[in-house]
């Protein structure tokens, strides 16, 4: 599952889809959804913060599904656990609301026992600690941390086979009993895979199938367009609430969507009012993750997996640092998850630069796979929501801004061809003398720029760039359409670093970035001072045109 | 102290640099250094990961100088700590070899009393966990979320003042009893503060004082080199065992450069024999931080913020997305801490994707204030350290190979001009026709690739440019001089993605860089596959010379 600890947090996200799904299917009769999820832990994984976040988390929640068997085998890299770890892993799984078994990991009756008790616990998940001795049976090696990276070597391996009751001679041998009792249990397992068929039959029909098919089956984006919002030109509204208005109709429409916020949710205005919600013991749509952002990522990646969802999170685009390792693993899989980042400049105001994403864009830009979208104005967040639910083999991230902009007059490119990446959205009436690149809330400036441009006889095109990862799948005739040859002075207008935008604007460019971090005041004063003002970006594309 | 959590690793990491300075400097009858570390706590600092890990870090050690109290009050921005938040904080605090004490939170003489118990215990950390009720005596807000960001309101503030007991009508009211007890306790505090300076004075002299001022004072990096390694020219060298080297002579040299890895040290090289460990109950140089990335990064910016240290951690390059957001905070705040990033590329092999670093060197690049060095042979490698010690007000991250690479022969440019961030490392006998820019372990392939170049009539100029960062801080006629304008033909070559990099090589730049995600191989079936062979290099650059 990747780096330590992710695993730990993936499984919590199955067993919690795994709980939704029996909610939406299951009935008193018949429980249709009705498995376990097992997982394999290490010391490494329980260091690990993550795994701290997602064990609250599935405490609190109850996930009586949940049957971990953590390998204490007291060895890591460095050595024993004694440098670094001396915990009492029994009592902390128990405050988190756990139960909580210690058996000896090498005595087979006892792991089975252990498992058969965690599946009668319902109501909590399960951890059973088994004791385990690394590279049991090797004379050298057995409880050293020299046998967790490296081969025991062959003369090793023998002693050890014989010390655990096996043929040194023989290699990957099978004794014929282990084949005898995998074919009579891959019997049982068909015949309950049969039966399990029917029951599924029997049950899921009608209505009910109906609603399976759209969990599996999202809709073409088409179909979904008429029933989202619309937002009125000139209108003053922060994406983050058109994002907040698009999800409440998308939540009416598609029933598989779930998720949440780490403790921001009326910040993110990713909570939608009439739906159930995820707490104590209880399990709907709306989920609260707690202030864990980490864990919130990995667990919508379990989500994701499991199938049949479309999971989304919410924090501030500064806390993406946070939950980083999980966005690149969703990237890798190919998981269909989306990140509502909202707070997205410095802009934020008050809160000061640790609250300030400077760096956070482009840092999500570079991961490979990741579809990262900042839209220019509530109708582009539409738009930007519809990519996000087509962008069926990869997470996609919505990056919004927490003040009020202008839903923009478009005369030239609708909102529409956000999905292009980067569309005209404002021209000169004959061929651009330059062009004018800007992303989210320093399109509509760039657009009031470009008119006054204009007046001084200096014919500036904007064209609104949200995402670098949708534009690089046009052709190249659109792209050259969009940024012609012939025109070299260009300008980037982004409340973030400059880092990468070179490949738009070459070397000699003008970038009006901010490529340190930011500072504490109200936002219109920090626009002020950054130089995010029509003023200044008129005054500095005036002194670059005439270079 | 920045986003949720950083806080209480930051405390733990001063805690620890305390204990670090006590057992240099007190003896048996004179305790210099005997004060306590407080922070005070929030439900949301206790449910990020990062307190987890930074709990058992602290617990496993068994630092009794720190003292947290938690504003239980069970409030977050979406409601009750219901929604999301219900383990049993004592138990697992307990649990982490902590010293735990529940009290009321608005109870003064509970609160006193829970501090000098927390002082009386020496070998445990103490948490005294506060039950408050948040907006105490505001009559409609007391106990709710609404009270946690934003103003409570005049009327509403008049009537909580009346209901805890204060004149309504007075503003920013301090009562004459105030004054009198602060200023008597302020005499109490100057006559303590002057018997600890004669106390100082006493003990801290003759050798100790001179060893109290290598720790305050630097030394500067010319006297360093002599006492350092140099690696013989042409033999094979992974630059993370040149790392290792050059720290193990620091350490012979500076007392004050203390460090460890995330359980990594023996492939991190970051382990220097000869000198204590920090472990159960004991403190040492050599601190083993367990699996805990994110804990590691913010123990060693309070380390370093506790003043006197010069802390470095060490883990693979891949897991730097764990610490990023300590990173971003040491980079902010200008903290002096040295991070050793090793596994640095696909060159790792067969451990896959997942641990394979792509975007890493770039997304640390976009951090402000923080210096990346990717050095492209051993020789560099000791530079770049010396540059990491030289860089007094920000933090350095050294990007090392797993794998062995040649000390590069140097008739151009010597390795002391890495601390120019870009130097030619390798040039043609006459003016350049084209620019191989590359970094690490692309830049012996990449004079390889330069030689045979010449054999067919290009003459390529090889810029060794481990650090965008030192570069940028070069004079403009410097810049020029290592990249002539009028050289366009540009090829940037590293293991890693091509973001940024066009500042450098322009939009018609070539890239030989890898901009998707690993694979699971021996590095040298990687090197092939990703293009990353003399051959490869040089076909392409013909190809692109000849457009």
Request: charged content about 25%; hydrophobic content about 40%; proline content about 4%.
């Amino acid at each position: 599952t990747g780096p330590l600890g992710q695993g730990f947090a993936n499984a919590v996200g199955m067993a919690f889809a795994s709980k939704m799904f029996a909610k939406e299917f299951n009935n008193a009769k018949n429980s249709i959804i009705d498995h376990y999820i097992y997982a394999i832990l290490s010391d490494g994984d329980l260091m690990e913060g993550i795994s701290s976040e997602a064990a609250s988390f599935a405490g609190h929640i109850g996930l009586g599904n949940i049957i971990y068997i953590y390998d204490d085998n007291r060895i890591t890299i460095e050595g024993s656990t004694d440098a670094a770890f001396s915990e009492d892993v029994q009592s902390r799984f128990a405050s988190y609301n756990w139960h909580v078994q210690k058996i000896d990991g090498h005595n087979f009756y006892e792991i089975e026992e252990a498992i058969v008790n965690a599946q009668k616990e319902e109501n909590k998940p399960s951890i059973i600690i088994a004791r385990t001795r690394i590279a049991k049976g090797s004379p050298n090696k057995e409880g050293s941390e020299h046998s967790h990276g490296s081969p025991l070597g062959v003369e090793e391996i023998k002693q050890a086979k014989m010390n655990i009751g096996c043929d040194p001679d023989l290699h990957f041998f099978v004794p014929q009993r282990v084949y005898d009792i995998m074919a009579e249990r891959g019997r049982e397992l068909a015949d309950k895979h049969n039966e399990w068929n029917r029951r599924f039959k029997d049950q899921i029909k009608g209505e009910l199938k109906k609603k399976w098919d759209t969990f599996f089956n999202l809709p073409d984006i088409l179909s979904l367009k008429d029933d989202l919002p619309v937002f009125e030109t000139g209108k003053a509204v922060a994406t983050r609430s058109a994002s907040g208005k698009v999800l409440e109709a998308l939540f009416g429409k598609l029933p598989n969507i779930i998720g949440g916020s780490a403790d921001l949710a009326p910040s993110n205005k990713s909570f939608v009012s009439g739906y159930e919600e995820t707490g104590r013991g209880s399990i709907g749509r709306n989920i609260h993750f707690g202030i864990r952002e980490h864990a919130m990522g990995a667990i919508q990646n379990g989500i994701s997996s499991y199938g049949g969802f479309l999971p989304y999170s919410a924090t501030f685009l500064a806390f993406a640092d946070y939950m980083r390792p999980a966005i690149r693993l969703a990237s890798m899989s190919g998981l269909h998850t989306v990140y509502l980042f909202t707070h997205d400049s410095i802009f934020v105001g008050e809160d000061g630069p640790t609250h300030q994403p400077i760096e956070h864009i482009a840092s999500l830009r570079a991961i490979p796979k990741l579809t990262v979208i900042r839209p220019a104005d509530a109708e582009e967040t539409r738009e930007a929501w519809l990519s996000a639910i087509d962008n069926r083999f990869g997470p996609t991230a919505l990056i919004l801004t927490r003040h009020d902009i202008p839903v923009i007059e478009r005369k030239f490119g609708k909102a529409q061809n956000l999905n292009k990446g980067a569309y005209i959205i404002w021209d000169a009436d004959s061929d651009p003398d330059i062009l004018l690149i800007a992303t989210g809330s320093e399109v509509h400036i760039s657009i009031e720029a470009a008119k006054k441009l204009k007046d001084k006889g200096i014919n500036a095109r904007v064209i609104s760039f949200p995402s670098w990862e949708l534009f690089e799948k046009q052709s190249e005739d659109y792209k050259k359409m969009i940024f012609p040859e012939a025109v070299n002075k260009r300008i980037v207008i982004e409340a973030g670093i400059k880092m990468g935008w070179e490949k738009y604007a070459g070397i000699d460019g003008l970038y009006i970035t901010i490529d340190q971090f930011g500072a504490s005041a109200p936002y219109k004063v920090l626009a002020e001072r950054f130089g995010f003002t029509e003023e200044n970006i008129l005054a500095k594309v005036i002194e670059y045109f005439k270079q």
